[in-house]
């Protein structure tokens, strides 16, 4: 079956860097486009960034330039590097492949 399970979430200041990591298996990862996706309470899970199956990205306007998702294929795993950390960027981030999702991993950006 599909698991996808993140890690790297934490308490980091304001201007700080993490880098998320999501350990997928149960399927053929390098033919599919990857995702990482973010909920506050309250609020509708938003996509923060993707990367296609040929490696092309697209990210969310609040995070471009700061964030930067990649892939290794050989390792099944899609990360995410996020620098110059906000206290808007204070989330639960998600993994996603098509309509599966991981269990998420917190990020907590205060001082």
């Known amino acids: 079956q599909v698991q996808l399970v993140e890690s790297g979430g934490g308490l980091v200041e304001p201007g700080g860097s993490l880098r998320l990591s999501c350990a997928a298996s149960?399927?053929?990862?390098?033919?599919?486009?990857m995702g990482w996706y973010r909920q506050t309470p309250g609020k509708q899970r938003e996509s923060v960034a993707v990367?296609?199956?040929?490696?092309?990205?697209n990210y969310a306007d609040s995070v471009k330039g700061r964030f930067t998702i990649s892939r290794d294929n050989a390792k099944n795993t899609v990360y995410l590097q996020m620098n110059s950390l906000k206290r808007e960027d204070t989330a639960v981030y998600y993994c996603?492949?098509?309509?599966?999702w991981g269990q998420g991993t917190q990020v907590t950006v205060s001082s």
């Open positions: 149960g399927f053929t990862f390098s033919i599919y486009a």
């Open positions: 996603n492949v098509i309509r599966w």
């Open positions: 990367i296609t199956s040929g490696g092309n990205t």
